[in-house]
T-cell receptor, first 114, second 116 residues
């Protein structure tokens, strides 16, 4: 079973629609992240959360919002989707408490905004 | 602010040949450096990382990388390429003061093709 899961894996939506991408983890990690990947641009950080009450903007947060419902769940919302938000979205987790500094990635959600 | 430059968006090698993927970084504090691999239709997987100590770091699948502070480089190598190494590779540097991977800054990636 995957430690970091993302739903849905693929989503096609229309401009102006609200959409939520969900991430769940069974690793017991305290820190969670949302990235987007665009061809030729690598991964860019959207939001990150160090614990349930600590949420921070990343490099490209405009047009996105997040919710950390529990330690294991971190959702990304697009309030009004636009075509340039078409991308591959990744959730990641890490655990600072054990001295680890590695981020573990989910399988990704491919989002297309028409 | 930290940044990462990966030289060459596409690299092609023959099976059995040396793999060399280049990464240069910019950081105002001692960096933590990472290489991740992304196989088609999958998420990113950690190959190796440098935090402190030995500058030659060995990772999974026969890959290794050497941290060279004077050259601000962290190039990834593998002596003999295998068909299964075909993937996209990302170099990353931590951006929190003092290191740590809480905020990773990624390079744009290098797609490796292995020819039979």
């Amino acid at each position: 079973d995957a430690d970091v899961t993302q739903t849905p894996r693929n989503r096609i939506t229309k401009t102006g629609k609200r959409i939520m991408l969900e991430c769940s983890q069974t690793k017991g990690h305290d820190r969670m992240y949302w990235y987007r990947q665009d061809p030729g641009l690598g991964l860019r950080l959207i939001y990150y959360s160090f614990d349930v009450k600590d949420i921070n903007k990343g490099e490209i947060s405009d047009g996105y919002s997040v919710s950390r419902q529990a330690q294991a769940k971190f959702s990304l919302s697009l309030e009004s989707a636009i075509p340039n938000q078409t991308a591959l979205y990744f959730c990641a987790t890490s655990d600072r408490r054990g001295g680890s500094d590695t981020q573990y990635f989910g399988p990704g959600t491919r989002l297309t905004v028409l | 602010a930290q940044s990462v430059t990966q030289l060459g968006s596409h690299v092609s090698v023959s099976e059995g040949a040396l793999v060399l993927l280049r990464c240069n970084y910019s950081s105002s504090v001692p960096p933590y450096l990472f290489w991740y691999v992304q196989y088609p239709n999958q998420g990113l997987q950690l190959l190796l990382k440098y935090t402190t100590g030995a500058t030659l770091v060995k990772g999974i699948n026969g890959f290794e990388a050497e941290f060279k502070k004077s050259e601000t480089s962290f190039h990834l190598t593998k002596p003999s390429a295998h068909m299964s190494d075909a993937a996209e590779y990302f170099c990353a540097v931590s951006s929190m003061p003092g290191g740590g991977s809480e905020k990773l800054v990624f390079g744009k990636g290098t797609k490796l093709t292995v020819n039979p």
